[in-house]
């Protein structure tokens, strides 16, 4: 397709180190990333859109997706279509479809720390949830190690498989103490409680002692410049800070979702262990495959939207051309236009930048890298409470054109359903595995829960939502699970 990667000096395409990649579990690390300097997802974004335009595939830009329509005439749901607000206009379009393919990627702004963008605010998880639909593994989210401190930009795992090494305030390479073989190319997880276990026993860098050092300045500057340059720019940008000559302060920043809406390998949807929905597929970082377990390695979101991507697309074409269309239930954009009409006529007296900063803040402080029973029910209650208050949440513009107060508003609610399923799915996994560290159960507990979480929004005897927990079992392939060691 004309995908811009770097190149050895034979032209075969380059590879480069990357954070758990290794030969013979975890003996010596590999050159098994293939990269476009330090945007190789940029770059598989933009090819594919020059490629989407060349083949003249329709955009509706600015159409923001917030319900989907399911019919479920023969008491099971099938897919009907989509439900979008049209950010220009304000006007509530209904897409009728055979197929609907979700691709809608993370809900990073769950946390304050973090290296997602401001659109990845969860919506298609949260239509999912919201239709009765379950999410899975919702307690593995990956903190990557490498975020700028307390910003969370994100510096690519590729400046440590350049060979960039970690360091603590007195210049210490303290990865060779946490995992001697391959050192800081260590999986995320791993490097992240790394890191924090250094702030927390007093040896972190900075004023505040709160973060550690990123350091590149033993490198080749030609090296740093030419394959690195995105995030040589960040630091210099966003800290002030040049990392050809000085160290990088860095921390751990909210960065990949493991789990999400529960797909089987050919990306149809599931609404339970056994049944898929009819029309409904998902991809990418809003699916759960499971490809990932409970912890991705650096480069394989790319692979798996890759993968996933074109499965969901031949999937789907597939569907629609052996089936009619499913017939629209009355109304189908009822849902929406009650929820917008609310949101824009809310008079109560809280804000959405508040309540999103108290959500960000307790998810942060509680849900983060480590986790203990008390802090996780901590993060629920506040989360809880802050349900109660979004409640009464009102907005400034009332208008039609470009009304991002609204959105936001609507974002804010999807992201507040999507950290109490984390929590209460983080709560109840009382044990360590991959992205999710419990300090109260530190060790890995195979008997009681090598299984997928699948977590349901359900109603009590008294019509008060919550949040009920099933759970499915790991299908054992040819790779037999085994202790990480490196
Ligand atoms: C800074 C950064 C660097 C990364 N580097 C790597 C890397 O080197 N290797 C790797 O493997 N992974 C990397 N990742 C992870 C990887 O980029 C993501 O997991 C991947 O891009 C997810 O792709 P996606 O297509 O599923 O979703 P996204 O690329 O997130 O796209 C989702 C799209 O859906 C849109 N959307 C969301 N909600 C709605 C809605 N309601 N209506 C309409 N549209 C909506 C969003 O605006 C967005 O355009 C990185 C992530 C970040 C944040």
Not at 169 to 180: K, L, V
Not at 208 to 232: C, G, R
Not at 424 to 435: D, I, T
Not at 457 to 473: A, C, I, N
Request: with cysteine; aromatic share 8%.
């Amino acid at each position: 397709m004309g995908l811009p990667f770097n190149r050895t000096p034979e032209g075969r395409i380059d590879q480069r180190r990357f954070g758990g990649h290794t030969r013979n579990h975890g003996e010596a690390a590999v050159r098994r990333s293939c990269y476009a300097a330090d945007r190789t997802g940029h770059m598989i974004l933009q090819t594919l859109y020059q490629n989407c335009i060349k083949e003249g595939v329709e955009f509706f830009n600015e159409f923001y997706v917030l319900d989907i329509i399911l019919n479920e005439d023969s008491g099971e749901p099938v897919a009907a279509g989509a439900v979008a607000y049209e950010l220009a206009t304000g006007e509530i379009h209904v897409f009728r479809a055979k197929s609907v393919v979700f691709a809608t990627g993370g809900y990073g702004k769950v946390w304050k720390t973090t290296s997602n963008a401001h659109t990845l605010t969860g919506d298609g998880m949260g239509i999912i949830w919201r239709n009765g639909l379950p999410l899975e593994d919702m307690e593995f989210y990956q903190f990557h190690p490498t975020g700028l401190a307390g910003l969370g930009v994100l510096l690519t795992e590729g400046a440590r498989g350049e060979g960039g090494i970690l360091r603590n305030a007195s210049g210490e390479r303290f990865m060779e103490r946490y995992a001697p073989t391959i050192k800081d190319l260590a999986p995320r997880d791993m490097v992240a409680r790394a890191m924090v276990q250094e702030v927390r026993e007093g040896r972190g860098a900075g004023p505040n002692k709160d973060y550690v050092y990123l350091d590149l300045t033993h490198l080749p500057a030609e090296q740093v410049e030419s394959k690195l340059p995105d995030i040589t720019e960040f630091s210099r940008t966003y800290l002030g800070v040049d990392p050809i000559t000085e160290l990088v302060p860095v921390f751990p920043t909210a960065h990949y979702a493991m789990g999400g809406v529960p797909t089987n390998v050919d990306t149809e949807v599931l609404r339970d262990n056994e049944h898929v929905v009819p029309g409904l597929y998902a991809a990418g970082e809003v699916a759960c495959v499971s490809v990932h377990g409970a912890n991705r390695l650096g480069t394989n979101s790319l692979l798996d939207i890759n993968v996933f991507g074109r499965r969901a697309g031949i999937e789907a074409a597939e569907y629609a051309n052996s089936v009619e269309h499913a017939e629209l239930p009355d109304d189908p954009q009822g849902a929406t236009i009650a929820l917008v009409e609310r949101l824009r006529s809310a008079s109560g007296s809280e804000r959405t930048a508040v309540l999103r900063k108290d959500m960000q803040d307790t998810m942060d402080m509680n849900a983060q890298v480590y986790r203990t029973e008390a802090t996780l029910k901590q993060a629920l209650s506040d989360v809880q409470e802050l349900k109660a208050r979004y409640a009464n949440v009102s907005i400034q513009d009332r208008g039609t054109r470009y009304n991002t107060d609204l959105i936001e508003a609507i974002e804010l609610g999807f992201l507040l359903d999507l950290a109490e399923v984390t929590v209460v799915s983080a709560l109840e996994r009382k044990e360590s595995r991959g992205g999710h560290a419990r300090e109260d159960y530190p060790n890995r507990d195979d008997v009681n829960f090598m299984r997928h979480t699948m977590a349901y929004k359900s109603e009590d005897v008294s019509g008060e939502d919550y949040v009920r927990l099933d759970y499915k079992p790991v299908t054992m392939t040819r790779y037999e699970p085994m202790e990480r060691k490196y």
